[in-house]
């Protein structure tokens, strides 16, 4: 807040939407300004239109299905709206930039990086080549890129994820824009490298004096890096104001609940659970994934997911197993259903090794350690009716086809669905609700240990809260073993009694989640948790219905 | 408040009712709809507009179309009726396409399945096996095989389905290859269900709509054969086919070109439709392919 002559203006803007779509406008009478020097974040679930807000500045709407209604668009005092395409131009990517969400696609895999900044060098600096050179390697330097002059020459496959999105964020700074629309720049990245890029994109407008307009659905993220918030909710704005004002005085009931929803970073206190007999034990589990490559492909390094691994699991206890990406998290999980065979070790269902049993055995074993999985659209069959899709586990099991869908019924109202949803198809469902019926598909089974894969992570954060809670109430309930792999630590410290960390395969920390959280021995695990979004800020108000 | 997660939605109109509006969009389509509509009824109609065996004299020889009311596309040089073998030959031409079709989609939807879902070693055998089949030419094949089997229609039927069932072999096996690894299918094997339950009730219904478009391809393709086969005289003799008729219109081409171009057109207006009605249920089965 330097000073404060505004950028972007946007006055009453309402984007129409095709006939036929959910709701006649995508954004109702937006009213919002992004001063120079300033970052303001639009906060909202899917589907509230703030991709759609960004689409309208830029002119990249796809019209003429969606098409700006009314109101005006001010880009340093000129009407964005009423220029031509080819002055619009001569805008985009020079005074006004983007940053998308997935630097891999946003990134053309065929040309280097440097080929893909001189690009945009080229096209909007005079200049010559090496002078062109000389600024793209200043920039890649600029956003901490180590050995800038290799990244020039790499191709984008060729760099991590978080360097990916550094390059993207160089090409968006390249020209010194004056203002930068991030359009959920750091949802597809690791917690570490989240905090670094938000760092940065803080750093980098403080010295530029630019105004960003950043999107997010995620508070932590707004409390981390925002100067003012616009809050949308099925594009209508519902509040604005100084960040540090919504965050922790929200007025308006959605953001209210909406920040009611952010899980709190106090874990639960612990269960004393260790007398009760261990219902799932891992010991000495490795997995490595072979080198694939043939004659000319050239070798490829194995990699090794999962590096003797032993844990074990209590009745009615919760078991957190946590990290990054590349971690292993998810390999445990496949490895402990046997939906991926392990390179060698045990996995002990009360007392039976299913890493032993023959493959008849397994299928009855099968019944007592069901999964969850994390994106309830692919893995719900689309072709079948949901109490088909309740009821297959039983009925393989020999239980009776109409005794099963009965059953599927009953199950429905335990995950709060109504009878009338049994005989539709996913596709009808909203992402929770598919969710709630990936639940009750293994509930069907009875089974002793359930084991969650990520199964909040691609939902939005009110229904997170919601099936959270209700994954909590069943657990305590019917006195369910739950191992649960995340990679959100705010999540974890809801739903578990004990947390593994893991980093590369390997276990690096293990203990009950309180005393984890609040004392981390091991480097990474000190690293992780001082790198989750907003960790200095505490949601107000706690909503029990919602939370 | 927010509104609760488990409110459910309207609920949306059955499949049926999507499906026939999406493919209604396809102008081309409704035309091979029609088309097809007329073949099919002109197959149903066959024994009661035209009483009596299509192949028995039915007035001089070689009277062109539109001369004589009694047949009105005229008569072939043995006086047989146009106008009956074109609806006795929809018959044939029908019956071949719909057996034939359903014959090698079997084949290779099994053939395709095993080798697309279990990969390896099943997956190299079945592949080099339909490689072999894939070397030799369709016809060529054909013709060895009803050069063996002999000229009967069931056997003209089976060696048509034997020599088509690569390509929706292949087809399949691409489909198994990429549906397999889905989140859906590691669901069900969690639940205990058999392999043989996975590739025909989780696996097979997700990858019918691209079968079920291909399966237009390939009976436009078997009419086509058999009319081939007809023309160089391999046709079942004791039935009007349209491939026969053009077979033995050929000898009089100069003289009387209707005897051969009529039930070409027939062909034509046929294998047209199948194509439509191929390039419709695409369109309708696979919205998100377009655009």
Redesign the interface.
């Known amino acids: 807040m330097t000073n404060n002559t505004p950028v972007l203006e946007i006055q009453d803007l309402t984007v129409a939407l095709p006939k036929g779509a959910d709701r006649p406008f995508a954004l109702e009478g937006l009213n919002l300004t992004v001063n120079s020097g300033e970052i303001v974040c639009l906060v909202g679930e899917s589907g509230s239109g703030k991709s759609l807000s960004a689409g309208a500045v830029m002119r990249l709407l796809p019209e003429p299905d969606v098409h700006v209604a009314a109101g005006s668009i001010r880009f340093n005092g000129q009407d964005l709206l009423a220029i031509s395409e080819t002055e619009m131009k001569a805008i985009r990517g020079n005074r006004i930039s983007m940053i998308f969400q997935e630097p891999m696609t946003a990134l053309n895999p065929q040309k280097t990086v440097g080929w893909q900044i001189d690009e945009v060098l080229r096209l909007h600096m005079k200049g010559n080549r090496a002078a062109r050179k000389a600024h793209a390697i200043e920039m890649l330097n600029r956003v901490h890129i180590p050995d800038p002059v290799s990244a020039y020459n790499a191709y984008p496959h060729q760099i991590s994820g978080g360097q990916r999105q550094r390059v993207m964020i160089a090409m968006s700074l390249c020209l010194s824009p004056r203002l930068i629309i991030a359009d959920e720049p750091t949802t597809a990245l690791d917690v570490t490298t989240q905090l670094q890029i938000l760092k940065l994109i803080r750093e980098l407008q403080e010295q530029e004096g630019a105004g960003v307009l950043f999107i997010t659905h995620d508070f932590g993220v707004v409390a981390e890096i925002a100067d003012k918030v616009v809050v949308l909710r099925q594009g209508e704005m519902v509040e604005h104001g100084p960040a540090a004002e919504v965050l922790n005085s929200p007025q308006h009931?959605?953001t209210q609940?909406?920040i009611a929803?952010v899980p709190a970073l106090t874990p639960p206190p612990a269960k004393p659970v260790s007398t009760m007999p261990v219902v799932l034990k891992g010991t000495g589990l490795n997995k490595t994934f072979a080198a694939r490559g043939g004659l000319l492909s050239g070798k490829r390094k194995a990699v090794t997911a999962v590096k003797d691994l032993s844990f074990h699991l209590h009745k009615g206890e919760t078991l957190g197993v946590v990290g990054e990406s590349g971690s292993g998290k998810t390999t445990v999980s496949r490895i402990v259903?046997r939906?991926l065979e392990a390179d060698s070790g045990a996995v002990e269902v009360d007392g039976t090794d299913l890493l032993a049993c023959s493959p008849r055995e397994?299928?009855?074993m099968?019944?007592e350690i069901?999964?969850v999985?994390?994106?309830p659209m692919?893995?719900?069959?689309?072709?079948k009716r949901v109490v088909d899709l309740i009821a297959?586990?039983p009925i393989?099991?020999g239980e009776k086809p109409e005794k099963a869908r009965a059953r599927a019924r009953d199950l429905l109202e335990l995950v709060?669905?109504?009878p009338?949803?049994a005989t539709?198809f996913p596709?009808?469902?909203?992402g929770?609700?598919r969710q709630?019926i990936?639940i009750a598909?293994a509930l069907a089974?009875e089974p002793k240990v359930i084991v969650a894969d990520e199964p909040v992570s691609a939902l939005d954060v009110?229904?997170q809260a919601?099936?959270l809670k209700l994954l909590a109430d069943l657990r305590d309930r019917m006195d369910l073993s739950l191992l649960f792999v995340t990679h959100d630590l705010r999540v974890a410290a809801q739903l578990c009694d004990r947390i593994i960390v893991m980093q590369k395969g390997e276990i690096v920390e293990q203990g009950e989640t309180a005393s984890v959280f609040a004392d981390p021995k091991h480097e990474y695990t000190q690293n992780l948790l001082s790198s989750i979004p907003g960790r200095d800020w505490t949601p107000p108000t706690r909503n029990t219905?919602?939370a | 408040?927010?509104t609760?997660?488990?409110d459910?939605?309207p609920?949306?109109p059955p499949r049926l009712v999507v499906f026939w509006h999406r493919y209604r969009r396809n102008r081309a389509a409704l035309l091979g709809l029609f088309l097809f509509a007329i073949v099919v009824l002109m197959a149903l109609t066959a024994g009661l507009i035209e009483p009596g065996d299509p192949l028995r004299r039915a007035g001089p020889p070689l009277t062109p179309p539109f001369v004589d009311m009694a047949t009105p596309l005229g008569t072939d040089q043995l006086g047989r009726d146009i106008l009956a073998g074109i609806f006795y030959g929809a018959r044939i031409s029908l019956l071949i396409g719909v057996a034939a079709t359903l014959i090698s989609i079997a084949i290779g939807v099994v053939i395709g399945a095993l080798s697309g879902y279990f990969g390896g070693w099943v997956d190299d055998l079945l592949m080099r096996i339909t490689e072999a089949f894939q070397t030799i030419p369709n016809f060529v094949l054909l013709l060895t095989l009803v050069a063996i089997l002999g000229s009967k229609i069931e056997w003209i039927t089976l060696a048509i389905g034997l020599v088509s069932w690569t390509a929706p072999a292949r087809m399949v096996r691409a489909e198994f290859m990429s549906l397999r690894g889905?989140?859906?299918v590691?669901?069900?094997?969690?639940?205990?269900?058999?392999n043989t339950?996975i590739i025909f009730k989780?696996i097979l219904?997700?990858a019918l709509p691209p079968i079920i478009v291909y399966a237009s391809v390939i009976m436009a393709l078997a009419i086509l054969l058999e009319s081939a086969l007809a023309f160089l005289g391999l046709g079942d003799p004791n039935y009007a086919s349209w491939g026969n008729m053009i077979g033995q219109g050929r000898a009089v081409l100069r003289t009387a070109w209707y005897c051969a171009a009529i039930p070409g057109i027939a062909i034509v207006l046929t294998v047209l439709s199948f194509s439509l009605l191929g390039e419709g249920l695409n369109d309708a089965l696979n919205p998100r392919q377009k655009k």
Do not use: I, W
């Open positions: 009931p959605y609940a909406l929803s259903t939906l397994l299928r009855a099968r019944k069901q999964m999985f994390q994106d692919a893995s719900l069959n689309p072709r297959q586990g393989a099991h709060e669905l109504s009338s949803a539709r596709h009808e469902f909203s929770g609700q709630r990936g598909r089974m009110s229904v919601q099936v219905d919602a | 408040m927010t609760l997660d488990t459910l939605r609920p949306q889905r989140e859906f590691d669901a069900a094997r969690n639940l205990g269900v058999t339950s989780e219904p997700n």
